[in-house]
């Protein structure tokens, strides 16, 4: 008897018990589901973190001023550190790793102003402004619309220039053209230079997004007022650091890790290495990916728990099945059927039993991703190893749990099992 007319029998069997078949599938088809649905989920929940950290940029080093207020020294007492105007980030820092660190692309730094800022009829705006350098366009992966950006002729000549992110211009003017108009931030009136768009929706230091930005030249900024007011307010005249945030690309991946230690070794020689975070992108995505793998696994170990209790299922009903056809399996041997014939037989039939309810349970964990896909925020994605994992492992299940069953068939002893019958 060959595998074809093996798979026949097996479905015939079933067939002829359909009820019993239609229970023994449920555990199947709820473990399958659910072991299905869990990796769809974590893997599109994978992709959607390493898509925004891979925003963030995989050849940058991204390093951040700590508020004063939120570091304490080693007997628990507020840190002095804010009283201190070499605190924090500062340019000096921006131009060593620039000229210091080789593979180095690309530094801008950043500051928000906190400034207050009126439009041309002296209505005041919600609107952040940011200092930063000329290169911050493109460590920030911001484009131009209209205009250009800001540059480094700007930055050396302290110009009185503006840049608006596109919200930012919708909010100042509306449906008038930004170009050339003028606004008014801390005591001093900026032409519009630039209209700035966001594509990689990268956020402020303080976590607002860039569209929504107005951005000045970094050391227009920084200048000292003559009468010593609060204008362009300088790093002196109040207690805080020159930047908030470096941003730096360096030309090849491979080097990112090797230049955020060096510049660690910097910050530490100059005395301020609990004064800077250092964020690195790949290292993130790095961390995240191996978390991300390891939940999913956990998930879908719990979620493989289904899949156990519908083995069982599987194996009792397969012993039912043997108990209530003993005279066929006697009936079969007599007419020549060897042990291992009987043995395949019930084989097949159990993973034939598995088969059918794995498919059912990929159709209904296909299901239940694309019900958390609509109706959540959540982000799913099937691929095509997550279905054959699914299918395989409910395949796995029959041969498992249809081992022992078919092994007991095959050593029913013909003449006892037909006088039983």
């Known amino acids: 008897m060959n595998f074809y007319d093996l798979i026949l ?20 088809i709820c473990g399958v589901a659910s072991v299905q649905a869990s990796l769809c989920i974590g893997e599109g929940g994978r992709r959607q973190t390493m898509e925004a950290i891979g925003r963030l940029g995989l050849n940058r080093v991204i390093m951040h001023t700590i508020d004063p207020t939120k570091i304490a020294d080693a007997k628990g007492k507020p840190s002095s550190a804010k009283d201190d105007p070499r605190y924090g980030l500062g340019m000096v820092d921006m131009f060593h790793i620039r000229d210091a660190i080789p593979g180095v692309r690309s530094i801008a730094g950043i500051r928000d102003l906190r400034a207050r800022l009126y439009d041309e009829t002296g209505k005041q705006a919600d609107v952040t402004v940011l200092a930063c350098s000329a290169g911050y366009a493109e460590t920030a992966r911001l484009q131009i619309k209209r205009g250009r950006f800001l540059s480094e002729l700007d930055d050396t000549n302290r110009t009185l220039v503006a840049v608006v992110g ?4 919708r909010r100042l003017f509306g449906i008038s053209d930004p170009l050339t108009r003028t606004l008014y931030i801390n005591n001093a009136w900026y032409r519009i230079v630039g209209i700035a768009v966001n594509p990689e929706h990268a956020q402020s230091p303080k976590g607002g997004p860039l569209d929504e930005a107005v951005f000045i030249p970094l050391r227009t900024a920084l200048a000292e007022t003559p009468d010593g007011g609060d204008g362009r307010m300088g790093a002196s005249q109040a207690h ?12 090849e991946e491979n080097t ?16 301020r290495k609990d004064e800077i975070t250092i964020d690195v992108p790949l290292a993130i995505m790095q961390q995240k990916a191996t978390a991300h793998r390891t939940a999913t ?20 009903i397969m012993l039912a099945n043997i108990s209530e056809r ?3 399996i006697g009936t079969r041997c007599a007419l020549g059927a060897r042990q291992r014939d009987i043995m395949a037989q019930f084989m097949i039939e159990a993973i034939v039993l598995t088969g059918i309810g794995g498919l059912i349970g990929l159709l209904a964990g296909l299901g239940i991703t694309s019900a958390v896909d609509h109706w959540t925020t959540l982000r799913t994605a099937t691929t095509p190893g997550n279905l054959l994992i699914g299918l395989g492992s409910a395949c796995m299940t029959g041969l498992i749990f249809g081992l022992w069953p078919a092994r007991q068939a095959a050593k029913v002893n013909p003449i006892e099992a037909l006088r039983s019958g």
């Open 9 to 28: 029998i097996a479905i015939g069997d079933l067939r002829h018990r359909l009820f019993r078949t239609i229970l023994a599938t449920l555990g199947i």
């Open 166 to 169: 596109t919200q930012a211009a």
């Open 240 to 251: 805080a650091p020159e930047l908030e945030s470096l941003v730096l690309e360096v030309y």
């Open 256 to 271: 990112v890790l090797p230049t955020a230690h060096r510049i660690g070794r910097w910050f530490a020689q100059t005395g």
């Open 297 to 316: 696994l956990v998930t879908a170990l719990i979620a493989g728990i289904s899949l156990l209790v519908g083995g069982i299922g599987i194996m009792n």
């Open 326 to 328: 003993r005279k066929e």
